[in-house]
């Protein structure tokens, strides 16, 4: 299974709306999570099953899907956003993730 | 308190190999599914290797199979990666992963990473 993420690069203002968005290339029942990475720290789970909020996840971050499309949404862009965010298949193996989605905050 | 510890990073020749470990700590390892995922510097993250709890099925990518081993010691709470036949390409940052169930699931906590280095 293929995971296509875009963009790859995002530029965006304190308060913003920001989508990003995952494409699967076979239906993986919802099995998808989100992470978001800070340099050189370890990747942080933030949504599971597609639209399931990790605990202790801030309540701005949401994950919805259509089919094969997964869609990670900030309501409120907050300067620490800022980092590289990943999609992630795991309804089988080999398991894969999306290319990454740098965020940068203007 | 969930703990992932990795060691065995480090320099090694191309061609060569290494045995990453992971132990792990603060739940029945036995029970859960152990994966490992790559981070070559400053790209994306890489699914490598994955080993069910109960069947002890085994699963990698194609660009490591017939190279890389997954094992568990389940009596020392151990997960292994051997890696032989080692490639410039496979120089990254090893995160052991620990899956939410005994296989197919989503990962739930991650180590802080072994680093290898293959010089050609």
């Known amino acids: 299974i293929q995971m296509t993420q875009s963009p790859s690069t995002l530029s965006a203002s304190v308060g913003d709306r920001v989508t990003i968005t995952c494409r699967a290339s076979?239906?993986?029942?919802?099995?998808l999570a989100w992470y978001q990475q800070k340099p050189g720290k370890v990747p942080k789970v933030l949504i599971y099953?597609?639209?399931s909020l990790e605990s202790g996840v801030p309540s701005r971050f949401s994950g919805s899907a259509s089919g094969t499309e997964f869609t990670l949404t900030i309501s409120s862009l907050q300067p620490d956003d800022s980092a590289t965010y990943y999609c992630?298949?795991?309804?089988?193996?080999?398991?894969?993730f999306g290319q990454g989605t740098k965020l940068e905050i203007k | 308190e969930v703990q992932l510890l990795e060691s065995g990073g480090g320099l090694v020749q191309s061609g060569g190999s290494l045995r990453l470990s992971c132990a792990a700590s603060?739940?029945?390892?036995?029970?859960?599914?152990m994966s490992w995922v790559r981070q070559a510097p400053g790209k994306g993250l890489e699914w490598v290797s994955a080993?069910?709890?109960?069947?002890?099925?085994?699963y990698y990518i194609e660009s490591v199979k017939g190279r890389f081993t997954i094992s568990r010691d389940n009596s020392k709470n151990t997960l292994y990666l051997q890696m032989n036949n080692l490639r410039a390409e496979d120089t990254a940052l090893y995160y052991c992963?620990?899956?939410?169930?005994?296989?197919?699931?989503?990962?739930?906590?991650w180590g802080q990473g072994t680093l290898v280095t293959v010089s050609s």
């Open positions: 076979q239906n993986i029942d919802s099995e």
């Open positions: 992963v620990k899956e939410y169930s005994y296989a197919y699931s989503r990962p739930d906590y």
């Open positions: 992630q298949q795991y309804n089988s193996y080999p398991q894969a």
């Open positions: 603060g739940f029945t390892f036995s029970n859960f599914a």
């Open positions: 099953k597609a639209s």
């Open positions: 080993l069910s709890a109960v069947t002890d099925s085994t």
